[in-house]
């Protein structure tokens, strides 16, 4: 009996390590600056003072300004669904915004793969509905001008990563019954092996 037992404990336990290394996944948060050496752009996304929400936004359009610009790939390793970028402009304070797009973001055509926006250049998120298994790519311009002095921002989401990470195959109610066995098979010939 206590070998059968045994058995079980350790089908059980491969079965829940099974969904435990499934649904992991990492955050990403991403802390850096604009130093004024970054290519630049004009125009710019317009500032509305009204960040993205998940039921949607227009894209607001673009202001003419000569802006600094980087670009950081995210990515959503899931199902379509609402996502949140946090924003911490730092000392960048009113000269840093963010802008989401489907990969890849177009700079000479801003309103292309556009998802959302942080609305105004201060530290708030913003969010969007990040397509299913995609790439998301995350613009960060000035606001006001080419970087003079180099200034520090944060951007971080609890839902999207930083890296493409490779989903374990899911099993079939037969299949996880098959590994079940296995496993309790396996314990109960280690255990009588043992024996002799």
């Given at each position: 009996?206590?070998?059968?037992?045994?058995?079980v404990?350790?089908?059980?336990?491969?079965?829940?390590?099974?969904?435990?290394?499934?649904?992991?996944?990492?955050?990403?948060?991403?802390?850096?600056?604009?130093?004024?050496?970054?290519?630049?752009?004009?125009?710019?996304?317009?500032?509305?003072?009204?960040?993205?929400?998940?039921?949607?936004?227009?894209?607001?359009?673009t202001?003419?300004?000569?802006?600094?610009?980087?670009?950081h790939?995210?990515?959503?390793?899931?199902?379509?669904?609402?996502?949140?970028?946090?924003?911490?402009?730092?000392?960048?304070?009113?000269?840093?915004?963010?802008?989401?797009?489907?990969?890849?973001?177009?700079?000479?055509?801003?309103?292309?793969?556009?998802?959302?926006?942080?609305?105004?250049?201060?530290?708030?998120?913003?969010?969007?509905?990040?397509?299913?298994?995609?790439?998301?790519?995350?613009?960060?311009?000035?606001?006001?001008?080419?970087?003079?002095?180099?200034?520090?921002y944060?951007?971080?989401?609890?839902e999207?990563?930083?890296?493409?990470?490779?989903?374990?195959?899911?099993?079939?109610?037969?299949?996880?019954?098959?590994?079940?066995?296995?496993?309790?098979?396996?314990?109960?010939?280690?255990?009588?092996?043992?024996?002799?």
């Open positions: 009996m206590r070998i059968a037992n045994k058995g404990a350790v089908a059980l336990f491969g079965t829940a390590l099974f969904f435990a290394v499934s649904a992991s996944h990492a955050a990403f948060n991403i802390s850096t600056t604009l130093s004024g050496a970054e290519p630049t752009i004009n125009p710019r996304v317009f500032r509305d003072a009204i960040p993205s929400t998940c039921g949607g936004k227009v894209f607001p359009g202001w003419a300004a000569t802006v600094n610009y980087d670009v790939t995210v990515y959503n390793n899931g199902p379509s669904r609402c996502v949140t970028v946090n924003v911490d402009v730092g000392t960048c304070a009113t000269n840093v915004f963010v802008t989401a797009y489907t990969t890849p973001v177009n700079v000479a055509a801003l309103a292309t793969n556009y998802l959302g926006d942080q609305g105004s250049s201060i530290t708030q998120p913003f969010s969007f509905v990040a397509p299913g298994n995609s790439s998301i790519d995350i613009l960060v311009t000035s606001a006001t001008s080419v970087v003079s002095t180099p200034c520090s944060t951007i971080s989401s609890a999207l990563d930083a890296g493409v990470w490779q989903s374990i195959p899911t099993l079939s109610g037969w299949g996880l019954a098959l590994l079940s066995g296995l496993l309790g098979f396996g314990a109960l010939a280690l255990r009588r092996f043992r024996r002799f």
